[in-house]
C-alpha cells in the first residue's frame, strides 16, 4: 500500500497565495464531494433501509389485524357451533330419534310410583305418523286421589322428552278410609322424529269451508 501522498510546501504556498473567493470555491467543492460522498456511501443505502423496514411494519400491522379478526370470527363460530350442539342434545331430548318406548313406560311407571298412584294398566298402542313427528300413544289406569293425580302429572310435564296427557277420563270416586279415590284413564303421548324407512304419514282430509 503507497503511503499517503503530503501537501509538498509549493503546494501549500500555491493555495495560500489563491485569492479569497477562489480558497471558498475550493472549500465549497470538498464539502460538496464531502457530502456526495456521504449520501450515496451512507444515507441513501440508510433509507432505503428505513423506507423497507417501515414497509415491512405496515405489512405486519396488516397481517397482525387480519390475524385477529380470523381469531375473533373462529371465536364466534366456535361459540355458535358449542351453542347450536347444546340446542341439538336439547332438541334430542325433547323428541328423540328413536321410540325408547321401554325408557318411556319406565319413566311412567317410576313417576306413578313417586306421585302415590297406583298403576292398573300400561298399554302402547300403534305409532302415529305426522308430518314433522311421529306420534308414540301409550294408554294408562290409574288409581289415587286427586292430589296424587295432580302431582303425577306435574312430574310428567317436567321430563325433557315432551308428553302430551290427552283424554283424560275420571271415573268411580269412591272412598277409601278419609279420602276419596278416583279411577284414572289417560292417554300418554310422546313422540319421534321420522326416518327415511318411517311409512308417509296420511293424506289430511280437505277442509270443507263454510
Avoid: C, W
Avoid at 444515507?43 to 379478526?69: D, F, G
Avoid at 313417576?111 to 292398573?120: Q, V
Avoid at 279411577?183 to 311409512?199: G, K
Amino acid at each position: 500500500m503507497a503511503p499517503p501522498a503530503h501537501k509538498t510546501p509549493a503546494q501549500a504556498q500555491t493555495f495560500a497565495a489563491l485569492p479569497t473567493p477562489a480558497k471558498a470555491g475550493v472549500l465549497v467543492g470538498l464539502v460538496a464531494v464531502i457530502s456526495a460522498i456521504y449520501y450515496f456511501a451512507l444515507h441513501q443505502p440508510l433509507a432505503e433501509e428505513i423506507e423497507q423496514a417501515v414497509q415491512q411494519h405496515a405489512t405486519l400491522e396488516t397481517n397482525m389485524l387480519n390475524a385477529r379478526e380470523r381469531q375473533q370470527e373462529y371465536i364466534h363460530l366456535r361459540e355458535e357451533l358449542a351453542s347450536r350442539e347444546g340446542l341439538d342434545r336439547a332438541n334430542l331430548r325433547v323428541l328423540p330419534e328413536d321410540a325408547e318406548i321401554a325408557s318411556f313406560l319406565q319413566d311412567l311407571n317410576r313417576l306413578a310410583e313417586t306421585s302415590g298412584l297406583g298403576m292398573r294398566l300400561v298399554e302402547p298402542r300403534p305409532e302415529e305418523a305426522e308430518a314433522q313427528y311421529i306420534r308414540l300413544p301409550v294408554a294408562l289406569h290409574v288409581a289415587g286421589r286427586y292430589h296424587q293425580l295432580a302431582r303425577f302429572m306435574y312430574n310428567v310435564s317436567r321430563l325433557e322428552r315432551a308428553i302430551s296427557l290427552e283424554d283424560i277420563s275420571l271415573a268411580n270416586p269412591h272412598v277409601s278410609g278419609e279420602d276419596i279415590v278416583i279411577d284414572v284413564e289417560v292417554l300418554a303421548t310422546t313422540f319421534r322424529r321420522p326416518t327415511p324407512d318411517d311409512p308417509a304419514p296420511p293424506p289430511r282430509p280437505p277442509s270443507t269451508g263454510g
